[in-house]
């Protein structure tokens, strides 16, 4: 399936194909029927979800709608909007290969290099106009730096409203209403665009299917404590990473974190996994992974070392409440363990390490990311004092250029050597 999309979306033919609806909505086709052919319903639907939303934002069915990963996607679903996620499009373009060339016009057009990847990815193919043109930004204040700076330039460039999630620092009551406020008030003004009243019992339904999605998903984690991993921890960091942030609020989410359930449970039931026979367990930090062609994920794989877990996966939210709607969603936002004290980060890392009983926590280190990269070495003293080995791996997630092929696997075959003769 990689190989057609590298076809359909090589750089010599990508700006005829990707501004029109038509090649989503064939690809769509395709990548479900290919998708579950393999016995990778999940990942069919997964493709089928993104294309289809592409598709109808580049149609322009519904008010376009961009917004960063951190946003509460369950309140654009019910809305009935085109949501666009940039975060996820750079990811996948630096798969198919096309992440150089936009970033490179980003940076030609005086992004710096020291910006986060994605952004600068997202940037340079919003300015080849690959993108879908917004009539509405959203972005909330945390986790990303670079979110917010990227998003109100987008606004700027386009002439349209942009919209800024203002999330305390702090999980108090006062901060929860505050926000809650906010989602209410931002509900309130997208229905005014459509034309239309705010429907509450949309937003309703929107929880509810949040909430099937979110329990399937809680299952799913407690299987993966399972020996072997029964889930790929390259699958974990990138598709089902995608619907975890944009799915939850639709049907395709609810349905899709049914259908991995299922197909784990099958794995567990089997004693099947990605990695056989599993010699390490590793814990990921971090939500990115690097994305374009390289041999990290792989080459821990064939040397027996499988992803078991990795926080970004983990589920931090309670079942969110249909009497209280949008406190329920502020309380979600304020809940997220990466956001707030670091503590929170640090004591997250050290309760999924034992729980998922691993030999060792790698920590990818992605340029431009000072959020994330600014604890690292705080939480690998905690570690080390756990007794728990730590590498943190520099590199990118969507810029090649910062990767080193050979310097990279050299430091992980210290590292796993060193976790082989620990054992």
Not at 145 to 159: E, S, T
Not at 161 to 169: E, I, R
Not at 217 to 233: C, I, M, Q, Y
Request: glycine share 8%; aromatic share 12%.
């Amino acid at each position: 399936m990689l190989g057609l999309l590298k076809a359909a979306f090589h750089p010599a033919v990508a700006h005829r194909v990707l501004r029109r609806p038509l090649t989503y909505e064939l690809l769509g086709r395709l990548g479900k029927n290919a998708y579950s052919r393999q016995n990778k319903r999940a990942q069919g639907i997964w493709f089928d979800f993104t294309s289809r939303e592409m598709k109808a934002a580049l149609r322009r069915e519904n008010l376009v709608v961009w917004a960063n990963a951190f946003f509460p996607f369950e309140l654009l679903h019910a809305l009935g909007v085109s949501p666009v996620h940039p975060e996820t499009i750079a990811a996948l373009a630096a798969r198919l290969g096309l992440s150089r060339q936009a970033i490179s016009c980003a940076e030609a057009g005086g992004y710096s290099p020291d910006t986060c990847s994605f952004y600068r990815c997202a940037t340079g193919l919003n300015m080849e106009n690959l993108l879908p043109p917004p009539d509405l930004v959203i972005s909330a204040s945390y986790l990303c730096d670079g979110a917010v700076k990227f998003f109100h330039n987008i606004a700027r460039y386009y002439g349209c409203d942009y919209f800024l999630l203002d999330v305390p620092y702090h999980d108090t009551e006062n901060a929860r209403k505050y926000l809650a406020g906010q989602l209410e008030e931002l509900a309130g003004i997208i229905a005014a665009r459509q034309g239309k009243r705010f429907n509450p019992d949309r937003l309703v339904e929107a929880l509810e299917l949040s909430n099937q999605a979110r329990d399937y998903f809680v299952r799913t984690n407690e299987l993966r404590r399972a020996s072997p991993s029964p889930l790929s921890g390259d699958d974990a960091i990138s598709y089902v990473l995608d619907m975890q942030f944009f799915g939850p609020g639709s049907r395709a989410g609810a349905d899709f974190f049914k259908a991995l359930y299922e197909e784990v449970k099958t794995n567990v039931d089997s004693g099947q996994g990605p990695v056989a026979p599993e010699k390490l367990r590793l814990l990921w930090l971090h939500y990115i992974r690097p994305y374009y062609p390289n041999e990290v994920l792989s080459y821990l794989e064939e040397a027996g070392a499988s992803i078991c877990f990795g926080e970004a996966n983990y589920v931090y939210w309670e079942p969110l409440d249909v009497a209280k709607p949008f406190e329920s969603l502020a309380a979600r936002v304020l809940a997220n363990p990466s956001g707030g004290p670091l503590e929170r980060r640090a004591d997250l890392a050290l309760e999924l390490a034992e729980k998922y009983r691993v030999d060792g926590v790698i920590h990818f280190s992605h340029w431009g990311c000072r959020q994330s990269c600014g604890g690292e070495y705080v939480i690998r003293d905690l570690m080390k004092k756990k007794g728990v080995p730590m590498l943190i791996l520099d590199g990118d997630g969507a810029d090649s250029r910062n990767y080193s092929r050979e310097q990279t696997r050299l430091r992980l075959e210290a590292f796993l050597e060193m976790l082989e003769a620990n054992k």
